[in-house]
């Protein structure tokens, strides 16, 4: 675990910082900086790319972790690199093609009760691209065991940027339509870095040819454009389906909320990049005693992580939205449901590695798609119902069914389940912390109040956590780190 301890550490600063300025962009900068309908508007754009993407990228990404580690022939491996650089390249003409014959109807169905949205249906396609191919050489880097800098660049350098850009607009420089526009450049631009960092980590001589097992690559990276799709969905189909069944500046008011409560990934975020290239060598090893024992370790160590995340965000966010502005309400369900599928997403660990680079990911997809599908059906009937917090409930449902049946393919098929008597004892010390502070503020400016209650917080979660010895990485963690200082 030293690897994965070191990386995972240095990720979780880099991922925190990136979610504090995000915080700051989404809840201060855009809400002030920014009216209602532009801040959905933006919203509904980068929430529609992240369901396109998946498609132009075809599951390079992920196929170039599976099998990188597999090939031992030099030749066979440039072959397999060339074919995942170009892969997503002709996937991107085909929709180009595809998107330039049926861009009026695409328009048409995209954008017919909103003409705000229509100008700029446009960007939707090259935010896609770009976010296609940044994964492809953050992956590329993965497989070198170097993920600090692909994850300074998706975490930090783009909210930077936003921030930037914000300040712009504020002070007039830029008009929404330029912001619109410069983020897309800022987009590209850190697409090219990557790939420049990513080449200079693992250079490769172009072949035109295919690999041999061309045939289990093309067939992996169908599947798991299935699997990417499905996921997208999962995450991002809740706000465009709110922009078509309630105004726009709707999406921003739930964005908002569910960005509140999705800084619970962070520990899954910097702890993945770099336990899904090592499940990936695991896997092809055969090493399955040292794969159960990643898997248990990395879900106990985030539940301990996101769990004092969800508890901070769950018992703060009353006094978080006193110094938003007053047009943003609060939907509280939204916070909580959201940040629960979050939590148990942190639950199931390595979970999602240890399938998409086995035998038994098929099984997976077909129960994503149809995990899909309850999504889709559920927000259309409870969006209509409950409106915004209609959105929460299907993304909530539809996470546990996904979940829960990643849970038992892994335990059926591998023998493993992520859980120990220390994860139950974790759960309920979270709850407890939950409705023992949520009730319970300071008498002080919201500002004042959360900085305080999250003090009070931390260190009551982490002395409890560390005197129980609920988990033994943490303890070492903190040891050493009391230890050097």
Known sequence: MGIVVNQSIKNVIITCLGFGIGAVNTLFLFTNFMDEKSYGLVAYLLSASNLVWPLMVFGVHNTLIKFFSSYTDRDQLNKFLSLMVLLPLGITLILGVFGTVFYTVILDFISSDHAIVRPYVWTIFVLAFALSYFEVFFAWSKVQLKSVFGNLMKEFFLRICTSIMLILLY???????????????????????????????????????????YSSVFKYSL?????????????????????????????????????????????????????????????????FEDLKILYKKSSLNLMIASGLLFVLVVCNVNQLFEI??????????????????????NLLGNNNSILYNSDYYKVVLYIGIGMAVLSFILNVILIDMYGVSGAAIATFVAVLCYNLAKLWVVNSKFKMLPFSKHTFLGLVLIIAFVFGFYFWDFQFHPVVNIALKSVVIGVTYTVLFYVLKISPDINELLENSIHKK
């Open 223 to 287: 599947l798991i454009l299935i699997a990417g799709s499905v996921a997208s969905l999962l995450i991002d189909l809740d706000k465009v389906m709110i922009k078509e069944f309630l105004p726009i500046e709707n999406v921003a008011k739930y964005g908002i909320c569910a960005y509140i409560a999705s800084v619970i990934v962070i520990p899954s975020r910097a702890m993945h990049q770099i336990t899904y290239p090592l499940t990936a060598k695991l896997m092809n090893e055969k090493a």
């Open 324 to 345: 938003i502005p007053d047009e943003y309400e609060l939907f509280i369900w939204v916070v909580v449901l959201i940040g629960v599928s979050k939590l148990f997403d």
């Open 171 to 213: 002070y007039e420089i830029l008009t929404v339509r330029q912001f619109i526009y410069a983020l897309v450049g800022v987009y590209l631009f850190r697409t090219i870095i990557m790939k420049i960092y990513a080449l200079n980590l693992y250079s490769f001589k172009f072949r035109f040819s295919l690999p041999d097992n």
